[in-house]
C-alpha cells in the first residue's frame, strides 16, 4: 500500500449512521459504525475522539 503524504484524522464520534441492510442481512448502526471506521484506521487514518482532537 503506497503511503499518502496527507495525514488524515477521522473524528469517530463526529459521525453517524443508520441502521443497513445488505443481501437481506440487516446490520445495526453500531456494527457498520465499528466496520466503517476499522476500514478507515486500517487503510489511511487515525480514527480519534472529539476530545482527542481537540486537546
Given at each position: 500500500?503506497?503511503?499518502?503524504?496527507?495525514?488524515?484524522?477521522?473524528?469517530h464520534?463526529?459521525?453517524?449512521t443508520?441502521?443497513?441492510?445488505?443481501?437481506?442481512?440487516?446490520?445495526?448502526?453500531?456494527?457498520?459504525?465499528?466496520?466503517?471506521?476499522?476500514?478507515?484506521?486500517?487503510?489511511?487514518?487515525?480514527?480519534?475522539?472529539?476530545?482527542?482532537?481537540?486537546?
Amino acid at each position: 500500500m503506497q503511503q499518502s503524504r496527507y495525514k488524515v484524522k477521522v473524528i469517530h464520534d463526529a459521525c453517524a449512521t443508520l441502521d443497513q441492510e445488505f443481501n437481506g442481512i440487516k446490520v445495526s448502526a453500531g456494527h457498520v459504525h465499528a466496520t466503517l471506521m476499522a476500514a478507515f484506521e486500517f487503510a489511511y487514518a487515525q480514527v480519534i475522539s472529539t476530545e482527542d482532537y481537540v486537546s
